[in-house]
């Protein structure tokens, strides 16, 4: 496979349409979207149910975005959705689980027809060492992490066509070990090559798929951290609105910075 490190064969191995480098283009393509519509596009995120997907359900739905929160807790869902006044839409559904995935979509089928916007942030943070790290906490981090995104997206594809949006939300552990954090690690990186391959294989449908590390933010996950989650919001917006045309296969941190891979 050539090398190139630019060109179209730069494109074919990195899902990008121009090298990924913080350049023009990103601030480019930062400027149009924030033009894009967000308003009426109907929207599905995991993990809604607190930290930063309750964060841009509540800001999304303001927006006049239709918008579905999944998760286990029915309780975190029903509060997400008292704090948007009523309007997010949740749906207990655990990630792991293909039939609840798939009675998930199902309502989303019955009630919206399609979807626009699928937010791949629900993620569990278990740590272990992986030399000592329990068979079970293993595959629930993977389930959760990797094949929930995976679960998700298929079924999500489904319903989406020419002009749907994908974010998936990574982490800095995703490019960087951190012990003893082992198998989030893992997840985040493999979850980083499912949405480039991703990219790649969905451009010819018109489907955009980007990934945002979030950085720290206080949330269940991190309770200790001081920034709000709501400081994700802006550019989870931007790629989940961005127009025809714009790059794909792309990682930003919540800055908007690009972040090269
Ligand atoms: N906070 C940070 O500093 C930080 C840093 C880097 C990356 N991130 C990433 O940001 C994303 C959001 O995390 P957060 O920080 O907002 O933490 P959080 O408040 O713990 O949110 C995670 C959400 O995922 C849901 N979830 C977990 N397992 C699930 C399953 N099996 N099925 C469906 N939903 C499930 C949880 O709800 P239930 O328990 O009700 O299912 C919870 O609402 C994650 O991808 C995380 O890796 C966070």
Known sequence: MPAAASGPDFWVLTGSRTPAKLGPEAREMIALAEAGELKGRRVLISGGGSGFGRAMAIAFSAEGALVAVGGRRLDRLEETSRASGGKVWGIPADVRDPAQVSRLFGLLRERWRGLDVLVNNAAVLEPAALAGCPLDSWQAVLATNLTGPFLMTQAALALMGPGARIVNVTSGLGFFPMAPYGAYCVTKAGLNMLSRVLALELDERGILVNT??????????????????????????????????????????????????
């Open 212 to 261: 945002v590390d979030p950085g720290v933010g206080r949330t269940e996950m991190n309770p200790e951290a001081q920034e709000p989650p709501e400081k994700v919001v802006p550019i989870v917006r931007t790629l989940a609105a961005l127009p025809p045309g714009s790059p794909t296969g792309r990682f930003f941190k919540k800055s908007g910075e690009e972040i090269p891979v």
